[in-house]
T-cell receptor, first 116, second 113 residues
């Protein structure tokens, strides 16, 4: 089946640094990818929709200058958490839809970000 | 996501059946989904059902859909310890052209050996 790969799986960084998370579709092209955030013991909340070749669409309340999204190719989207602070610590998950089986939305394995 | 509701916890004994329930909001949803999340991992698509179906069975999994009541359930037969995880139901948002998903609160299933 379709595979979405996400790296790194875990990152610990100091406050004020920037962290980049990669999301790749391995065997299909994804014009759209989605970035979700999950707090401990909570559900997933959509942060933004990443659009290949154009600007990302951010959900209400999500700072676009804080969470930079780049979707430069049909198989790669990146999320950069800029000037990270402890409150940015969370589990970030990307997802993409395989156009061959459009009803399915596949997820990466997630990235646990801890900001000290 | 807050309008897709699930009970938070469920405990069952190994070998019994588990039934996880979900109420959703959008009667026009074309597909409804069940995902499984193990600790520290991403989401695994378990199964999904098209809105014109009442039931879908896939090995140990049975999905029941009651469109009138906007109720979706996932039954796991012969539950195993490896089934312990959080289960999320999900529906597409009520927006034309949107293809992300809204997730329920998640049900933490604990299987007792």
């Amino acid at each position: 089946g379709a595979v979405v790969s996400q790296h790194p799986s875990r990152v610990i960084c100091k406050s004020g640094t920037s962290v980049k998370i990669e999301c790749r579709s391995l065997d299909f092209q994804a014009t759209t990818m989605f970035w979700y955030r999950q707090f401990p013991k909570q559900s997933l909340m959509l942060m933004a929709t990443s659009n290949e070749g154009s600007k990302a669409t951010y959900e209400q309340g999500v700072e676009k200058d804080k969470f930079l999204i780049n979707h430069a190719s049909l198989t790669l989207s990146t999320l950069t958490v800029t000037s990270a602070h402890p409150e940015d610590s969370s589990f970030y998950i990307c997802s993409a839809r395989d156009p061959r089986v459009y009803e399915k939305l596949f997820f990466g394995s997630g990235t646990q970000l801890s900001v000290l | 996501g807050e309008d897709v509701e699930q009970s938070l916890f469920l405990s069952v004994r190994e070998g019994d059946s588990s039934v996880i329930n979900c109420t959703y909001t959008d009667s026009s949803s074309t597909y409804l989904y069940w995902y499984k999340q193990e600790p520290g991992a991403g989401l695994q698509l378990l199964t999904y059902i098209f809105s014109n179906m009442d039931m879908k069975q896939d090995q140990r999994l049975t999905v029941l859909l009651n469109k009138k009541d906007k109720h979706l359930s996932l039954r796991i037969a012969d539950t195993q310890t490896g089934d312990s995880a959080i289960y999320f139901c999900a529906e597409p948002p009520p927006q034309t052209g949107a293809n992300n998903l809204f997730f329920g609160t998640g049900t933490r299933l604990t299987v007792i050996p």
